[in-house]
């Protein structure tokens, strides 16, 4: 049951109450994005498109036909994520598709240059990873975290953009030293030796009460009462659908610009290090742009702060159309890109909790997440096509442009936050729109 917020009264101190009893959840989930199998594989994409193609003689649009595989098999990975969560709890599956991962990573080391190997091997990742995905990190954040979700969010969400600032140079230099095959055995130790060893340790206590204290990460279950609507309830909300369609254009855009970004600047006459270099910037520009924002959304009206940060990555897409190889422009390109994919995602995730509630989370954000990775999917094909035939990332950059215009003007259609009762009574029994949810 839920009733609709008046106007909050904005306070600009931070409550550190929450994150004084978890942290140890923050950095867990912070290090799980970033060694996710949504973000680490893709984020690191565009460093192995040239030497795929030196070594097997593959053209750009047949590689990037490879994260097409993976986004079209997420769609269902997601689905998968939400099921396999909400019955069997988030540790169990967490922990087995880690190892998963790092194996699956491995068995693509074997490729001996068919191009089926390289799809196949892409499409099997979001599966083998699939306690990895955004919706195990962002549900375990939202349990812990009421006061400050928005900034926790941010925080952990901040994994993408560690990723994007180390990964792509590290591999290029780990691909420069062993050949393309490193970095598939640098994608499998992360997961192994840093994700899984934390998930061990941390990934074990219950969700505490919101009066809870720090004993609540003892190991005797505890749970709270959580509110929201169920999925074929949030299948009936208009806003459901205002976000489903915004963020499908952004990040149609967003992946455009992720795994293009490389190869555009190598174009430009760029090395392979001075591109990977320039890349960084976006790295550190999301995680300063999601804690800032992270900030703002948990203070002002979260569709609106994104219209107008999800419109700089319009303004990175004319920047790339017209700089050429100037160094300094094309920084200022990535940072405003950067800005916007840190309001993607945690806004998204921040929107599925505050319309919707933690009822039936994992499902209605997974489902969100299958419709944004539908996006994904058609974002390299129609990208890699438009290069095919134009020769040049002109049209792409023109397309993504348009499309994070119209997703920031949608947002503006989400309305007032609704207020879910039961959430303000957690003491009580369990009542009808509220469960009670443990990590398991």
Not at 246 to 268: H, K, Y
């Amino acid at each position: 049951m839920a009733t609709f917020a008046d106007k909050p009264k904005v306070s600009l101190a931070v409550d550190w109450t929450e994150f004084a009893q978890g942290w140890r959840v923050l950095i867990l989930s912070l290090i799980g994005i970033a060694t996710s199998v949504g973000v680490a594989p893709i984020y690191a994409f565009g460093t192995l498109v040239l030497p795929l193609q030196e070594a097997f003689g593959w053209s750009r649009g047949e590689i990037q036909s490879a994260a097409a595989f993976q986004y079209a098999s997420s769609v269902l990975a997601f689905q998968l994520a939400g099921w396999l969560n909400k019955r069997y709890g988030l540790r169990p599956i967490t922990l087995g598709s880690l190892l998963a991962l790092a194996l699956a990573y491995v068995m693509m080391t074997f490729n001996t240059g068919h191009l089926w190997q390289l799809n196949l091997g892409f499409a099997l990742l979001a599966f083998a990873g699939v306690g990895t995905l955004h919706v195990t990190w962002t549900q375990l954040t939202c349990l812990w975290f009421e006061k400050n979700r928005g900034l926790a969010l941010a925080v952990i969400l901040c994994g993408t953009g560690l990723t994007a600032l180390i990964l792509p140079s590290l591999l290029s230099w780990a691909i420069s030293q062993w050949g393309w095959r490193a970095w598939f055995w640098g994608l499998a130790l992360l997961p192994l030796l840093i994700t899984l060893p934390l998930s061990l340790l941390w990934m074990r206590a219950s969700v505490p009460v919101p009066t809870a204290r720090s004993s609540a990460l003892a190991d005797a279950p505890q749970t709270r009462q959580v509110s929201g609507l169920s999925l074929r309830e949030a299948l009936r909300s208009a806003r459901f659908w205002i976000a489903n369609c915004a963020f499908f254009l952004a990040v149609l855009g967003m992946m455009g610009m992720i795994t293009n970004a490389v190869p555009l600047m190598r174009d430009s006459g760029l090395s392979a290090a001075e591109a990977a270099s320039v890349f960084g910037a976006f790295g550190m520009s999301l995680i300063v742009g999601r804690l800032f924002i992270g900030y703002l959304v948990d203070r002002l009206w979260a569709p609106g702060v994104a219209f107008f940060v999800l419109m700089l990555p319009a303004v990175g897409c004319l920047l790339f159309i017209a700089v050429g190889a100037r160094i300094p422009l094309l920084i200022l390109a990535c940072v405003f890109a950067g800005l916007g994919a840190g309001a993607e995602m945690d806004v998204a995730s921040y929107l599925m909790a505050r319309y919707f509630g933690l009822r039936d989370y994992s499902r209605i954000f997974a489902l969100h997440m299958s419709f944004t990775a539908i996006g994904s999917t058609i974002s390299p094909l129609l990208f890699g096509a438009l290069f095919e035939r134009t020769g040049s990332y002109h049209a792409m950059l023109t397309f993504c442009m348009v499309g994070f215009a119209m997703g920031a003007l949608l947002l503006l259609a989400m309305g007032r936050y609704p207020v879910w009762v039961a959430d303000k009574q957690p003491q009580r029994p369990q009542t009808e729109g509220a469960q009670a949810v443990s990590i398991g």
